[in-house]
């Protein structure tokens, strides 16, 4: 007579085993949170989006010059961009209507849920600063950036609050230095907006 109680025991031990390993996997889903941040296909395809709108605005912008008048929409005696905050010198929240680049970020930004910061790099003798000209929080991890390059002259003008030309650079009070490595080159400016989904 043959004897089934190990081959009974074997498939005790297989039915056990994978019902721990289901219990496991179901444990193990149950756990993982998905959020609408979490990265997915989906969520890269936003950030795709976000990132080629903010290259063409910024591409449009500096096409049309708003993009430089921006950038030199400063106030020097009150040494902050025209009708920006007075204890942080930049816009938080949505820029003035004003802002020569304002209604290029409303229609790119504003109107598809999108927030976004943007940035002044320069240049000076001790190395490259940055200045904040929009701030609309703190970026997320999946945020995105682009940004361009302004060559700036001497003989540009400085930006009026009515959008009038002020004073040339070579004689102005402007946050960024004159480089003086030539006679006609002011600064180069790198414009940058680092933008992602609310």
């Given at each position: 007579m043959v004897d089934d109680t190990r081959g009974q025991a074997l498939t005790l031990e297989g039915i056990s085993a994978a019902i721990i390993l289901l219990?496991?996997?179901?444990?193990?889903?149950?756990?993982?949170?998905?959020?609408?941040?979490?990265?997915?296909?989906?969520?890269?395809?936003?950030?795709?989006?976000?990132?080629?709108?903010?290259?063409?605005?910024?591409?449009?912008?500096?096409?049309?010059?708003?993009?430089?008048?921006?950038?030199?929409?400063?106030?020097?005696?009150?040494?902050?961009?025209h009708n920006a905050s007075e204890d942080v010198a930049h816009y938080q929240g949505s820029p003035p209507e004003r802002f020569p680049l304002s209604e290029t970020l409303e229609?790119?930004?504003?109107?598809?849920?999108?927030?976004?910061?943007?940035?002044?790099?320069?240049?000076?003798?001790?190395?490259?600063?940055?200045?904040?000209?929009?701030?609309?929080?703190?970026?997320?991890?999946?945020?995105?950036?682009?940004?361009?390059t302004l060559v700036v002259h001497e003989s540009d003008r400085l930006v009026e609050r009515d959008g009038a030309s002020g004073d040339r650079l070579g004689g102005s009070d402007l946050y960024a230095p004159n480089l003086e490595t030539d006679e006609n080159l002011y600064n180069l400016f790198h414009v940058e907006v680092v933008a992602w989904r609310i």
């Amino acid at each position: 007579m043959v004897d089934d109680t190990r081959g009974q025991a074997l498939t005790l031990e297989g039915i056990s085993a994978a019902i721990i390993l289901l219990a496991a996997v179901g444990f193990a889903l149950q756990v993982t949170a998905v959020t609408p941040l979490s990265p997915s296909t989906s969520s890269q395809h936003v950030e795709s989006q976000i990132q080629s709108t903010a290259d063409g605005a910024l591409d449009s912008a500096a096409q049309d010059g708003t993009l430089a008048e921006s950038v030199l929409f400063w106030n020097p005696d009150e040494d902050r961009f025209h009708n920006a905050s007075e204890d942080v010198a930049h816009y938080q929240g949505s820029p003035p209507e004003r802002f020569p680049l304002s209604e290029t970020l409303e229609r790119t930004f504003d109107d598809r849920n999108v927030a976004y910061n943007l940035l002044v790099h320069y240049h000076t003798d001790q190395g490259r600063l940055t200045r904040q000209l929009v701030e609309q929080g703190s970026p997320s991890d999946h945020a995105v950036s682009a940004s361009r390059t302004l060559v700036v002259h001497e003989s540009d003008r400085l930006v009026e609050r009515d959008g009038a030309s002020g004073d040339r650079l070579g004689g102005s009070d402007l946050y960024a230095p004159n480089l003086e490595t030539d006679e006609n080159l002011y600064n180069l400016f790198h414009v940058e907006v680092v933008a992602w989904r609310i």
